[in-house]
């Protein structure tokens, strides 16, 4: 409930009894007969004011609750005792116990006002962030937390209430949350013409300044990075060879668009040693003059950002083309010396965040290049090499980000070999700088290094210095540096587009980035597709849902060792792959207890797993049709299952995978095999992806359409 206090005693500290005003508001009324609420006014007030409540603790869950829900609600009952009557908060359905706080002396004396009016209910709404702060046991520690309270009756009783209250200069305010099936009608709105009409669209926590400054922050970003077109590759005209001519010896049948031939010239460019000398200094010259003395070597290299769409598999597989000889000169020069050892030299290393992923490079290498071209080979599976010889003959070596840091965490082949240079596909996937993906990228050695991601800052701007770190782009990959030349001058005030001045100085330097319009596509239609599970599938959804109910209770009574949004992380991404895949099997607690006895034993990792892998047991892995790997972080299942990669399946979809030269068989609307419903079906076919298939194999039928 809001209040509006009288201005005479708001600051004053004779009437200390009227303290503490809540710092935020909060009465709010709900109808539940009539399906009218009573609350809140909307009007301009010097300060907003808050219900607070003195928790004692929960052992266990009475009132069910939806661990996924925002807010819970729960009864505000009036109590007596010896001392005086007071308001406590309860979970017992029948109001007789179960109280486990104390609403705030001044609530209830607004609470208490309305006492004499029949039929009217109190409901106190907690976010998750509060319900969370309760203890879950017995303490001596007094907690107090922000609660808002619901009041709710008859709509024949709201000019009362909204009259005893402003009595009291308390002034019902819009509910953050309030139930469905309740209407919203504010005695204290002013509604124009006089007609009370419901004002549930009014309903919702106010933005808080966090949340718009991060809001403005974002937009600002993502102008920037749209910004970031061909001004990125002035000056790279000095490299003296025709990108063209060359690439063009080596396509077959494939003709490279302008704006491809643009990334190429900037790769070039970045990877040549005088103009990222020149670049890099005129860059520290407008940043902070005095650091362009320390420079060491700069960084070759950068960051293609093109979105999804435009080819970056493409533009970088012919810049590789283009410096095919220089790398081959790398490759026979002598190592590098480590110790008494001689670290051998080899083409480019390119790491992959999935095994289909391993698939659609070679395939591009195969479809676009004259046979010869460019020899790659596959680092993935068990039966990978134990020593480097066999890597340096190849002008590509393909490995995904799991078996990257496999091998760093063992035999470390890809780390005894200096690279004449390193691709990250997906780079976005090193952002976490204590994963062992990342330490492992960013040990390995390279000449030149190269990010390729559509989203360079996916989270924070801490995204982007792991991208630096790993480029290394210093003295700006230091912790302090970039805090002071990029962060800082953006928080001091995230509304001037000065503030972002240094952050585009940056990119505008190391990173290309193009969007779809480039691509000159017909407009998009959007065709709503509503699909029905079927009951197999219900059935499985509400079991992951009940999993998730259940652990939150166990979690409740201390009885589990996990956090409670890595609980709702798994949910979501198990519904996920549900909803998508349709095999998604559940675990059990027996299941649940043996992984995290396993999570304990030396030499498992368990910080580098994310929200699906660190939850998947035998039977979820063998849903994923053989996978090795997670397909969310890419990290390796138990060595026992690592097999060599296989080519992506799209038999299903009536189109021959990449090592298939059959004809493609006559289109059929797909239907999943007899007696198999989509939730146990071995292929995966849930009823979402059967709808995709026939959408696909309907559109072989349009003329022009890409298979």
């Known amino acids: 409930m809001r209040t509006l206090p009288n201005r005479e005693r708001k600051r004053g500290a004779d009437h200390a009894i009227d303290a503490p005003f809540p710092k935020r508001p909060l009465l709010f009324g709900q109808d539940a007969t009539t399906t009218h609420v009573l609350e809140p006014m909307d009007m301009d007030v010097d300060k907003v004011f808050s219900a607070k409540a003195q928790v004692s603790f929960i052992e266990k869950l009475v009132i069910p609750i939806d661990p996924w829900s925002l807010f819970s609600s729960f009864p505000v009952v009036r109590r007596n005792n010896k001392k005086a009557e007071s308001f406590q908060i309860t979970q017992s359905p029948d109001h007789e116990t179960g109280d486990f706080a104390l609403v705030d002396l001044i609530t209830t004396r607004h609470l208490e006002a309305l006492l004499h009016l029949e039929n009217i209910i109190f409901t106190a709404v907690m976010s998750a962030t509060s319900f969370a702060k309760i203890p879950r046991k017995a303490t001596r520690k007094k907690t107090i937390i922000d609660v808002t309270v619901n009041i709710s009756g008859p709509e024949h009783l709201a000019d009362a209430v909204g009259a005893a209250l402003a009595h009291l200069n308390c002034h019902l305010q819009h509910p953050v949350y309030l139930d469905s099936a309740l209407g919203y009608k504010n005695p204290h709105y002013f509604y124009p013409g006089g007609i009370r009409t419901d004002l549930r669209h009014l309903i919702g926590p106010e933005p808080e300044a966090a949340e718009i400054t991060s809001a403005q922050v974002s937009q600002h970003i993502d102008a920037l990075l749209g910004s970031l077109d061909e001004h990125s590759t002035e000056g790279s005209n000095e490299i003296e060879c025709n990108i063209t001519a060359i690439v063009q010896l080596h396509l077959a049948n494939t003709k490279l668009q302008k704006y491809q031939i643009s990334g190429i010239r900037f790769i070039l460019a970045r990877e040549d040693l005088n103009h990222c000398h020149i670049a890099d200094h005129e860059l520290w010259g407008l940043l902070d003059y005095k650091i362009v003395s320390k420079l060491s070597s700069p960084c070759r290299g950068g960051i293609l950002a093109d979105v999804m769409g435009l080819g970056k598999t493409l533009t970088m597989l012919s810049a590789i083309v283009c410096t095919k000889e220089d790398a081959a000169t790398f490759a026979q020069s002598e190592g590098d010396d480590i110790g008494s050892c001689s670290r051998p030299k080899a083409g480019t290393l390119v790491v992959l965040p999935s095994i289909q992923l391993l698939d659609v490079w070679s395939s591009e290498i195969h479809r676009h290049f004259h046979p010869g071209t460019l020899s790659n080979y596959v680092f993935h599976g068990a039966d990978r090499p134990k020593s480097a010889n066999l890597l340096l003959r190849h002008d590509i070596v393909l490995t995904t980000y799991g078996t990257l840091a496999a091998d760093w965490e063992r035999s470390r082949v890809l780390q005894e070999i200096h690279w004449f240079r390193v691709v990250l596909d997906e780079a976005h996937c090193i952002r976490n700088q204590a994963t062992a993906m990342f330490k492992a990228a960013h040990c390995l050695e390279a000449e030149r290094r190269w990010c390729l991601t559509g989203t360079p800052i996916q989270n924070s701007l801490m995204d982007l210095r792991s991208l630096l770190k790993f480029l290394r782009h210093e003295p700006l990959s230091e912790t302090s540096i970039f805090n002071k030349h990029i962060i800082d001058p953006i928080r001091s005030d995230p509304t001037a587009n000065e503030s972002f001045r240094n952050l585009q100085l940056l990119l505008r330097t190391i990173c290309l980035r193009r969007t779809e319009s480039l691509l000159n596509l017909p407009p998009s239609t959007t065709e709503m597709m509503p699909i029905s599970l079927s009951p197999e599938e219900i059935s499985a959804y509400e079991g992951i849902l009940s999993d998730c109910q259940a652990e939150f209770e166990r979690q409740v009574c201390g009885k589990s060792d996990l956090k409670s949004f890595n609980i709702l992380f798994q949910t979501v991404q198990k519904l996920r792959m549900l909803c998508n895949h349709g095999t998604f099997a559940t675990d ?111 559109s072989f039928t349009v003329d022009g359409s890409k298979r």
């Open 588 to 698: 059990n607690q027996e299941q649940r207890s043996r992984k995290r006895s396993k999570s304990r034993e030396p030499g498992f990792s368990g910080s580098d797993l994310c929200i699906l892998c660190s939850d998947m047991d035998e039977d979820s892995r063998a849903s994923l049709n053989g996978a090795t790997e997670c397909p969310l972080c890419g990290h390796l299942f138990a060595p026992s299952r690592s097999q060599p990669s296989t080519p992506l399946n799209t038999s299903f979809l009536g189109i021959p995978g990449p090592s298939s030269r059959t004809p493609t068989p006559s289109l059929e609307y797909y239907s999943p095999p007899a007696g198999l419903s989509p939730v146990n079906s071995p292929a995966g076919h849930s009823s979402k992806l059967s709808a995709v298939v026939q959408n696909i194999q309907k």
